[in-house]
């Protein structure tokens, strides 16, 4: 095992297309670190770095103690497990796990040895003798994982390898995965463009967006504090509402005044959310100017309409989407501001009503405009 170490990595392809910018990332010793963004933001070539199958153009990369950028993959001690697995058609499952160990002359008993423990870890002894056309896309799944394993690799590195499967296997394969890894505890860099399957398999996770880094940190951090607005929205699902407005002081309350927006008609009155305290402390400073509220969908609920809360958002209910013990709110508020609320599925709650939503506030997220906008709430 080894933590592996990018520092100041770029890669440009010829043509001129960089693909990686900058990159600078430190995977300790035994962590389970996932690289997540959109297709095309760079995290498979990234991990191509570290496997040696891309030369980087400048920036250094370390595996354990040791500077691999000159060193042949096969001799950088990683094991990748590809999203087509890639396994040799003409071979039995057995030979499949064996051959690289066979490659580098491992005695003939330990081989034996390691292919039979991680088959018999994998549940997969019975199927030593077959060929990969022989098995379904989980057993394959399970096999290109054991060749991994029995290279007893410093670290492995996942590009995809869920995304063959079908949506109930993936669940089902992603929690095996987290389980081996707590019981090999090897260093795993795992490439995937699934927010839900980074968050629920990461020690932290990795976001890209064009090539750069935007945030590294364990999952829930980037899901309560995402560093901008772009892993706001990538991160978490129905993804967070953002609400144009600006900050206001009024007596004692700092507010969040929504600005008119046009979705639905609009032309009623502007939601006023009243602050936390310890959030208005961070935002007075930007009072008059624009700012984006970032909510959750789970972060509003239906508010008492008898109890006359603040901080709630009037919305028309344009579609309602039941989930079981849940339900998604798709509406738009009185101002004309696009919405979505994931709040406790309720019979008699249809398209067309209006409800008020209760916005919890201390969850709230606060952006400067634009697409990208930083989150102010980080300083
Ligand atoms: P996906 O999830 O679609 O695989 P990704 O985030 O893994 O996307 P990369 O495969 O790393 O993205 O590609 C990053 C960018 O680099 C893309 O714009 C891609 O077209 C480009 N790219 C990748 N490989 C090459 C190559 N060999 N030559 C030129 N451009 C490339």
């Not at 400073?285 to 958002?313: C, F, K, N, W, Y």
């Not at 209910?317 to 039941?322: A, K, N, S």
């Not at 599925?345 to 201390?362: E, K």
Request: proline letters at 5%; hydrophobic letters at 40%.
């Amino acid at each position: 095992m080894a933590r592996v170490s990018l520092q100041h990595i770029a890669k440009t392809f010829p043509g001129g297309h960089a693909a990686v910018r900058d990159v600078s990332l430190e995977i300790a010793d035994g962590e389970f670190l996932v690289l997540v963004g959109p297709s095309g933001c760079g995290k498979s070539t990234t991990l191509r770095l570290v496997a040696g199958l891309e030369e980087a153009t400048t920036g250094m990369i370390m595996i354990g103690d040791r500077v691999v950028n000159e060193v042949h993959p096969k001799d950088r001690d990683i094991a990748m497990v590809f999203q087509n697995y890639a396994l040799y058609p003409h071979m039995s499952v057995y030979k499949n796990m064996a051959f690289a160990l066979k490659l580098r002359r491992v005695a003939r008993a330990e081989i034996e040895r390691r292919v039979m423990g991680t088959a018999r870890m994998l549940g997969i002894e019975e199927l030593l003798d077959r060929k990969p056309r022989a098995l379904s896309g989980g057993q394959r799944q399970r096999v290109a994982v054991g060749r991994a394993i029995v290279r007893e690799p410093k670290a492995f590195l996942f590009d995809e390898p869920l995304s063959n499967l079908d949506a109930k296997l993936r669940v089902t394969t992603r929690a095996e995965l987290k389980a081996l890894h707590q019981r090999l505890k090897t260093t795993t860099i795992y490439v995937t463009h699934d927010q839900e399957e980074a968050m629920t398999l990461g020690d932290r996770i990795a976001v890209m967006h064009k090539g750069q880094l935007q945030q590294v940190a364990p999952p829930l951090e980037v899901y309560r504090r995402p560093t901008n607005r772009f892993v706001a929205s990538f991160v978490g699902t129905p993804p967070m509402n953002f609400i144009d407005g600006t900050i206001t002081a009024e007596g004692d309350a700092t507010l969040f005044v929504e600005k008119p927006g046009s979705v639905g008609g609009g032309g009623g009155p502007q939601a006023r959310v009243r602050l936390t305290r310890a959030i208005a402390d961070g935002l007075l400073p930007m009072a008059g100017r624009a700012i984006v509220m970032g909510v959750r969908p789970q972060h509003l609920r239906e508010a008492d309409a008898a109890s006359g809360e603040d901080s709630t958002l009037g919305v028309q209910v344009g579609v309602v989407e039941p989930l079981g013990d849940s339900m998604d709110l798709h509406g738009a508020t009185a101002a004309g501001n696009a919405i979505v609320a994931r709040v406790p599925a309720r019979v008699g709650l249809s398209g067309g009503q209006f409800v008020r939503l209760a916005v919890d506030v201390g969850q709230a997220n606060f952006f400067a405009p634009g697409e990208e906008g930083k989150n102010l709430l980080l300083g």
